[in-house]
C-alpha cells in the first residue's frame, strides 16, 4: 500500500506582537499640511529673493562705480556735483597720466608684489607646519600653546607697532625688505584655521602612511599638503590681499622711496599735492586692479575650501 503525500496548507503568520496602543499609534492617519513656503519653492519667492541681491549688489557697487568715473575725469569735473556722472569734458585719461608721471608707481607696485608675494609664502609655510603640529602631534603643553596661540587673535596689531620697530632697530634692519616683510608673516587666525582643517582630515589616511613607513615630514608633504590644495590656496589669497593693503607697518618701518609699498606712495603723492579727488581715485583703480585680477582668477579656490570636505573634494 503505498502513501499518498496530501500537500499541506502554509502556516497563516500570526499577528504582530506589539502592543495594540503600538499598532494604533503607528496606523493613525497622518495629518496633511498646507503648502509650505520657503525661499525659492515658487516663482514670487524667487522672484522677490533675486530683486533683494540685485539692490544689495548695487548699493556695493555704487561706490566702485563712483570711484572709476571719477578716475577718468579732470580734476575740475572731479569737483562738480551737477555732472558727476558725465562729465562736461569728457573722460580722460589725464589723472592716470600724472599720478604715473609724479610718483614712481612701477616701482611702487613692484614692491608690494615681492613683499606681499614674500609675506604670503612664509605665513602659509609657518601657518601650516603649525597647524599639523597642533592637530597631528602630542606634545607637553601643547594645548596651552594653542590657547595662547587663539588668544593672541584678539590682539590688534597697532599694539604691536613699537615692539616690532625695536626689534627691527636691534637687528639693524630697519629701511629693508626684512624689515617690512617678517612682522607681517605672524598670523595666528591662519594657525588655527589650518588647524582645524587638518583635524578634519580622515586620520586613515594618516595610519595607512604610517603603515608604509612614513614619518611625519612624509605624511606632512605627501598626504595632507596635497589635500589641503583648495584651503593652502584661499590662504594664500586671503594673506596676500592683506599683506599688500597694509599700510602702517610698512610706514613705520622704512623712509627710503626705493621701499615704499603701493599704498605708502600712494599717500605720500597726495600729500605732497593735495587732495585731487580725480588722481586719487586713479591711484586706488591701479593699486586695487592686481587684486581684482588674483581674486577673478582664484576665486574658485576659495569656494572650493569653504565647501570641500576633508578628502580635498573628492
Given at each position: 500500500m503505498t502513501s499518498i503525500d496530501v500537500p499541506t496548507r502554509p502556516?497563516?503568520?500570526?499577528?504582530?506582537?506589539?502592543?495594540?496602543?503600538?499598532?494604533?499609534?503607528?496606523n493613525r492617519p497622518v495629518p496633511q499640511r498646507g503648502p509650505h513656503l520657503t525661499l525659492g519653492a515658487s516663482r514670487l519667492s524667487r522672484t522677490l529673493a533675486l530683486a533683494a541681491l540685485a539692490v544689495l549688489a548695487l548699493l556695493w557697487l555704487l561706490p566702485m562705480a563712483w570711484a572709476v568715473l571719477t578716475a577718468f575725469k579732470s580734476e575740475q569735473d572731479a569737483s562738480d556735483p551737477v555732472h558727476w556722472i558725465w562729465p562736461r569734458g569728457g573722460f580722460t585719461l589725464d589723472a592716470f597720466r600724472t599720478v604715473i608721471e609724479r610718483g614712481d608707481l612701477p616701482l611702487w607696485m613692484l614692491n608690494s608684489f615681492l613683499v606681499a608675494a614674500a609675506v604670503t609664502a612664509v605665513t602659509v609655510a609657518v601657518s601650516a607646519t603649525a597647524g599639523y603640529a597642533f592637530s597631528r602631534t602630542v606634545f607637553r603643553g601643547r594645548r596651552w600653546?594653542?590657547?595662547?596661540?587663539?588668544?593672541?587673535?584678539?590682539?590688534?596689531?597697532?599694539?604691536?607697532?613699537?615692539?616690532?620697530?625695536?626689534?627691527?632697530?636691534?637687528?639693524?634692519?630697519?629701511d629693508t625688505y626684512a624689515a617690512v616683510i617678517l612682522p607681517q608673516?605672524?598670523?595666528?587666525?591662519?594657525?588655527?584655521?589650518?588647524?582645524?582643517?587638518?583635524?578634519?582630515?580622515?586620520?586613515?589616511?594618516?595610519?595607512?602612511?604610517?603603515?608604509?613607513?612614513?614619518?611625519?615630514?612624509?605624511?606632512?608633504w605627501s598626504v595632507l599638503l596635497p589635500l589641503s590644495r583648495p584651503m593652502l590656496a584661499a590662504v594664500s589669497i586671503f594673506v596676500f590681499i592683506g599683506a599688500w593693503n597694509n599700510f602702517l607697518w610698512p610706514f613705520v618701518s622704512?623712509?627710503?622711496?626705493?621701499?615704499?609699498?603701493?599704498?605708502?606712495?600712494?599717500?605720500?603723492?597726495?600729500?605732497?599735492?593735495?587732495?585731487?579727488?580725480?588722481?586719487?581715485?586713479?591711484?586706488?583703480?591701479?593699486?586695487?586692479?592686481?587684486?581684482?585680477?588674483?581674486?577673478?582668477?582664484?576665486?574658485?579656490?576659495?569656494?572650493?575650501?569653504?565647501?570641500?570636505?576633508?578628502?580635498?573634494?573628492?
Open positions: 502556516a497563516r503568520r500570526t499577528a504582530s506582537p506589539l502592543p495594540a496602543a503600538r499598532r494604533a499609534h503607528r600653546l594653542f590657547a595662547l596661540t587663539v588668544a593672541s587673535v584678539l590682539v590688534p596689531p597697532q599694539m604691536l607697532i613699537v615692539p616690532w620697530f625695536q626689534q627691527m632697530l636691534t637687528l639693524g634692519l630697519v608673516t605672524v598670523a595666528p587666525v591662519m594657525v588655527f584655521i589650518l588647524k582645524k582643517h587638518f583635524d578634519a582630515v580622515p586620520r586613515e589616511l594618516e595610519e595607512a602612511a604610517r603603515i608604509d613607513g612614513a614619518g611625519h615630514a612624509r605624511i606632512f622704512t623712509s627710503d622711496p626705493a621701499l615704499m609699498t603701493l599704498p605708502v606712495g600712494i599717500t605720500a603723492v597726495k600729500d605732497a599735492y593735495g587732495v585731487n579727488y580725480a588722481q586719487t581715485m586713479a591711484s586706488s583703480v591701479l593699486a586695487a586692479l592686481p587684486l581684482v585680477l588674483v581674486f577673478v582668477f582664484f576665486q574658485r579656490h576659495i569656494v572650493k575650501s569653504v565647501a570641500t570636505t576633508g578628502l580635498g573634494g573628492q
